[in-house]
């Protein structure tokens, strides 16, 4: 220590001492004058206004609110727990507390919205305060007394600065220190930051929506009951609770089979206009009285009540493209439902109880619906399957999706075939085997838990093994014909799985060029990811069980391309896994030495070429025929065949070039027959992808590649991109010939639409109509909290 550094030290010290006293005597002093000008809050304070005036919420202001706000307020990760996807979530206010913390070595409180709090008051509580006036409702209170009122403001008296990239005191990672000001805080906040009013880092509101927005706030920010879904869905909804509310035990284990697997989905009826959403919960009260949600940390946690009854609940929420899970029910799929569970011949003797050790792993849980039938239910959908854990609750991933591959391709095993391990019977007794990291896990020793997991793993494949050579020896040798195809015409048979970092997109058929790995996954693994990615993730819990959960996930995926080496001959194999794995923990290696090298049975498929892997996703396109869904293949867009051209010649760069691009860009191509929507995504070359940590140290930035889809695919854009389709040559060759850093500097002045821009906000919404006019049952409202500013 040198010299006058520890009473240097002790100074620094009391003048954070000195700073924070002076802030909480600030805060004290602004509460004390709002409380004298305006009365104490109170939440019940706002809901004695009339509502029902000018501008009215339904009709002016939820419209305005979901384009300008939503678009950064709507995930679990919105700033300071602040959604504003629905009126509830404005009621409900901003909290300190983080939802995303890879820290914590406890599970935080819940905070979901309409379930762990029924009332304001009750939010209060959980620590959420108001951004709308609580106090004595007047004009002067409703706007000096509103956190989103005064933000409004602050950004109109100092709009952003006119530079194309914002300075640097806009701080745009993802985990930033947050302010969430209280209203007492709010004069500190606006002298200390007088650029960052709202919407933050992204243009102003135009004055008329402004004023609107403004006025609503002024008037007292009230709603109208939000409206009812008409007697034809009523009906619908009545027809469908009395199938799931059956009270024979087979359809009692059957309804709860079904809850678990659809409880994050956004039910359609397809048969009736598109509109209305409804989520499958949980009640304590049959059909034909008010919905009582069960509120549980996993949805096969203990009810705690003698008899669940299985409701659709309409969702009042604005529909958001990341968590938005389209799931149609119409007759088709009721008679599907009763073949496969209600009106099917096997018997229930008991039901199943809610121990964490069984409910957690379904093995054990439905060992008496047949998995056959289990199989068919999720591969009838097994997109929305995928899904779950790809959209869900996870709005910020890395940790969870580093252990996947930037691009791969999913197929499944046939449930005709014997590979498809659909013996319910042989699943229940291994099911110890089969058993998920518990919820009470927490132990955040990497290692240890790998080399656990890799034991039980191990049991798992020697049984299966043991289990074909058994009864199925035929098996061992196999062709393509394991492959489920989806009877030619079931799109869910192939699907392309993308990772833009730290969230992830699936889409129905093989988008780009064949990809270096790809998973085959019979019912045993679908089961396991869905419970250890879906059912059983607990967003709010702690550091342990995010990390063993990742551990664990390393083996599902280790499996799934073990099932596709099996395709492949052994010379082609041992290349595919020399080059997954480079540089790999020892650990590893040996468990893939033991499991995938050691086995020497060749597969009963001819293979004429040099590149067997290319040759077998040929042979499995043509397996899959019409099934084989292409509307994300940019040849079939109506774009000029020079155009298609330009942009298909990305797909064939590779190199570190690449990493200048964004993880997602969406490109709007202006034709001249109108606009064109098309994504464009990078690829990240990685070694291995078995480590938890040092993402970049596992980089092969010289793999990196680009891929083209029609329409919009993913529900964060890193960067957008307007082009006239004149100008789409050149602009694919900037991409081409970029270098550095102010290469792309140069593209975005050329071509990007930026952030700061004024346009902004009306290319937003014109991607948005784009979207929801090109992929009307799955659009939802973007996301804008990955928005570069570069």
Known sequence: MTPGSGALTILKRLLVIALAMGLAGCTAWERYHLNREFGKPDSVTRLVTAAGKDPEYHRDIRPLIETRCTVC??????????????????????????????TRLLAANLTRLFVDASNTGEWRD???SPVLNERQQSPAANTQGSVMYRMLALKEAHPLPQEAILPASFDFSLDRAEQCTTIEEMPAYEKKYPLWGMPYGLPGLSSDESQLLMRWIETGAQTTVTPEPDARYQAAIATWEALLNRDDLRSQVSARYIYEHLFYGNLYFSELPLG???????????????????????????????????????????????THMPYALDAQRMQRWKALFFDAGFA????????????????????????????????????????GFIKGPVCRGQLALNVIDDRFWVMF???????????????AQHSEVLQLPAAKESNVLPITNWLRYAKLQREWLQAKGS???????????????????????????????????????VSYGWVGTPPKTAWVIGYPLLERIHYLLVAGFDVYGNLGHQLVTRLYMDFLRMEGEANFLLLLPEPARKQALAHWYQDAPE?????????????????????RSADPKRELFGLLEQHFGNALDQHRDITHSPLQPATIDALQNLENLRGEALSLMPETAFLVVQAHHGEYPLTILHNNGYKNLSTLFMENSRRLPDEDSLT???????????ALFHVHEHDVALFTNRIRQMRSAADYTALMDRFGVRRSETTFWAFSDRIHQLHKATNPTDAGLFDYNRLENR
């Open 708 to 718: 083209i889809a029609n329409g919009f695919l993913g529900a964060y854009p890193n």
């Open 413 to 427: 095993v046939d449930p005709e075939h014997p590979s498809a391990m659909d013996n319910g019977n042989y699943l």
């Open 467 to 505: 289990y074909f050579q058994e009864n199925f020896p035929q098996v061992v040798h196999p062709t393509v014909d394991v492959i489920w195809n989806g009877e030619q015409s079931n799109p869910n048979a192939a699907l392309t799985v993308f990772r833009h970092f730290d969230s992830a997109t």
């Open 126 to 128: 959980k620590g959420f």
């Open 348 to 387: 229930v003797g008991q039901l199943p109880g809610y121990e964490p050790e069984l409910a957690s792993n379904p093995f054990a849980t439905f060992r008496e619906l047949p998995a056959q039938s289990r199989y068919r239910f999720m591969l009838d959908d097994a997109r929305f399957i995928i899904q």
């Open 587 to 607: 650990h590893v290696m040996k468990y893939v030495d033991d499991h995938w090298l050691s086995n020497r049975v060749e597969p009963a498929i001819t293979y």
């Open 73 to 102: 307020h709507g995930c679990y990760d919105a700033p300071c727990q602040l959604k504003l996807d629905a009126y509830a979530g404005v009621e409900r206010g901003a909290s300190k507390a983080k939802v995303y913390d890879g």
């Open 276 to 322: 209305p959403y409804f989520r499958l919960v949980r009640s304590s009260t049959p059909p034909g009285e008010p919905i009582r949600e069960i509120a549980t940390r996993r949805p096969y946690d203990d009810p705690g009540v003698p008899r669940v009854y299985y409701r659709l609940w309409h969702n009042p929420s604005s529909t958001l493209d990341k």
